[in-house]
């Protein structure tokens, strides 16, 4: 069975600091990973990580794909109070496999 | 483009009451799918669809059917609510694998309450 697994699930940082999110999967034929972010409506996409795109970068946020660890991390650098939210890391697999989401990890921050 | 519509927004039912949450894309995505949302479960998949005629069970099926008829709407039909689900429900769509890995395009969620 396809598994995402993220962490930690709950994080509270100072505005300005440096984090690091965790995402590792167990998923047949990956084929690509995506990180979301959800205040408090739909989740917003930001960013998808393929083997030919192992590495993206938005501003002060960046992700890299380890595909022989089977895992990506989301940093966001200089963090900002509209940084709080939940990030959602997703996998799909292979064929017509659906996409799975990890349980997400709160980022709280404050300033 | 509308991009993924939900309807209605927020509902109360009583239970064992039926009902209909909608769902409609304008994208021509082939991928829909179902999720809820409970306070530290993250998104659990209820079912989801690869095309118009098929549908397939995700991790928290029971209590759900789903059709897909069009390529355009996915409603998910609750058969008698029970408070077990209570939740935020969200639809979704994008293009299947073999377009590309697109990003998965969320709609804004109907906001569930079994009484």
């Known amino acids: 069975e396809d598994k995402v697994v993220q962490s930690p699930l709950s994080l509270v940082v100072h505005e300005g600091d440096t984090v690091t999110l965790n995402c590792s999967y167990e998923?047949?034929?990956?084929?690509?990973l995506l990180w979301y972010k959800q205040e408090k409506k739909a989740p917003t996409f930001l960013f998808m990580l393929?083997?030919?795109?192992i590495e993206k970068k938005s501003g002060r946020l960046s992700s890299i794909l380890d595909k022989k660890e089977l895992s990506s991390i989301l940093n966001i650098t200089a963090t900002q109070t509209g940084d709080s939210a939940i990030y959602l890391c997703a996998v799909w697999g292979s064929g017509n496999t659906p996409l799975v989401f990890g349980k997400g990890t709160r980022l709280s921050v404050i300033a | 483009n509308a991009g993924v519509t939900q309807t209605p927004k927020f509902q109360v039912l009583k239970t064992g009451q039926s009902m209909t949450l909608q769902c409609a894309q304008d994208m021509n995505h082939e991928y829909m799918s179902w999720y809820r949302q409970d306070p530290g479960m993250g998104l659990r998949l209820i079912h989801y669809?690869?095309?118009?005629?098929?549908?397939d069970q995700g991790e928290v099926p029971n209590g759900y059917n789903v059709s897909r008829s069009t390529t355009e709407d996915f409603p998910l039909r609750l058969l008698s609510a029970a408070p077990s689900q209570t939740s935020v429900y969200f639809c979704a769509s994008s293009y299947i694998l073999d377009r590309g890995y697109n990003e998965q395009f969320f709609g804004p969620g109907t906001r569930l309450t079994v009484l």
């Open positions: 669809s690869v095309g118009a005629g098929i549908t």
């Open positions: 998923v047949t034929n990956f084929r690509s």
């Open positions: 393929t083997s030919s795109g």
